[in-house]
Each structure stands twice: as C-alpha cells, then as structure tokens.
C-alpha cells in the first residue's frame, strides 16, 4: 500500500482556490484544513522527501517524532523532535510533523494509555493516587501537595508506558516510512528513466 499515492479524486483544500483567502477562513484552515488531515499530512511529507533522497534520513526523523509523542512533556515535543533530529543527523521536518499528534486536544488519551500501558509493567502500592484521581483533582495545589505519591502512582507509570509504546510506534514508523520513501523515488527515478528514453 502506497501511503503517498496521491489519488486521482484527491480533495483539494483552500490553497487551490484562485479566491483571496479571508481571515475567517485562514483560522477554519488552521483548525480543521479544508482539504482534510490525511491529504494535508501526505502533502508535508511529499515536500520533505522531494527535498531528500535519503530514506534512513526521513524515517529516523519521523520515528523521533512518533516516540516524543509519548514523553510526558505537554508543549516541548516540537523542540525535543528537532534537537533530537539533530543530534542523530535525521530529517528534522519529519521529526516536526511526527510530533504533531501531541497536543492539548490528545495529551489526556496519550497520557491514559501510557499509564494503563506502564501500570501492567511498574509496581504501584495499593490505595496510591491514581491517574483518574489525578485528572478530578488536577490543580497546581494538588500537583504540590502530593508530589511523591504522584511520582510513584502516577508518572512513574506514565513514564516507563510511555516509552514502551513510544519505543514500538517508533521503530514501526521507521520502518513504514522507509519503504514509502524508498518506493517513491524508485517509482519517480523510473518515470524519469522512461522519459528520457522516449526523447532518444
């Protein structure tokens, strides 16, 4: 299956259109693009790997990218994703847009599932505070008051969940986007191959 087929009945967003776009339109496109999340995210990732020919480059990027999602850091996953892209030489635009399912619509269903994912792993004292209490009660003063328990209950899980689940969607990730960069540029290397061949 070819994730950056373009299809031919492809729905094009605001972008395409010929009429000036308005700032009410501009803030609907920022919050839910016109042409959709699938189309718009095949069109990011299309740019990148027009840019690059290295498939390790682009599916290492986007392997960070997917791992941060499952840090417990609300609002830093952008930076982390691109010093980390940085330090291990990846695609950095990949390892930005990986990331972006991270935000404070998806923050309380990531967090879930690594604490339910880490609750099975670490071993938690009977009657410790829990991630729903965690959620009913959340303020700055609970956080405060009850830092230890908190730790031990609740982040530690989150912590070591996070990583397992981050860690497979990771290494899954890189090795999806590995074969789609590098069917794309084979596909693309043999069309060009084929048009020069008919100018001979």
């Given at each position: 299956m070819e994730l950056l087929q373009v299809p031919a009945s492809r729905k094009r967003g605001i972008h395409a259109s010929k009429r000036?776009?308005?700032?009410?339109?501009?803030?609907?496109?920022?919050?839910?693009p016109t042409m959709g999340y699938k189309a718009l995210g095949r069109w990011f990732l299309l740019k990148i790997i027009r840019q690059t020919h290295d498939e390790h480059k682009v599916a290492m990027g986007a392997a960070i990218?997917?791992?941060?999602?499952?840090?417990?850091?609300?609002g830093l996953g952008?930076?982390?994703?691109?010093?980390?892209?940085?330090?291990?030489?990846?695609?950095?635009?990949?390892?930005?847009?990986?990331?972006?399912?991270?935000?404070?619509?998806?923050?309380?269903?990531?967090?879930w599932v690594s604490y339910a994912v880490g609750r099975q792993v670490v071993p938690v004292q009977e009657g410790s505070i829990s991630f729903g209490m965690l959620m009913q009660n959340f303020s700055w003063e609970y956080l405060g008051a009850n830092i230890v328990p908190l730790l031990e209950g609740v982040l530690l899980p989150m912590a070591v969940g996070g990583q397992i689940i981050g860690i497979i969607l990771g290494l899954i990730t890189y090795r999806i986007m590995y074969?789609?960069?590098?069917?794309?540029?084979?596909?693309r290397r043999a069309r060009q191959a084929a048009l020069a061949a008919l100018k001979v």
């Open positions: 000036p776009a308005t700032v009410g339109s501009m803030i609907q496109e920022s919050v839910y990218g997917m791992w941060v999602n499952f840090l417990p850091l609300p952008g930076v982390i994703s691109i010093i980390l892209a940085w330090i291990f030489r990846a695609n950095i635009p990949a390892a930005f847009i990986a990331q972006i399912p991270s935000n404070p619509w998806t923050f309380p269903l990531l967090w074969l789609q960069v590098g069917l794309f540029w084979d596909k």
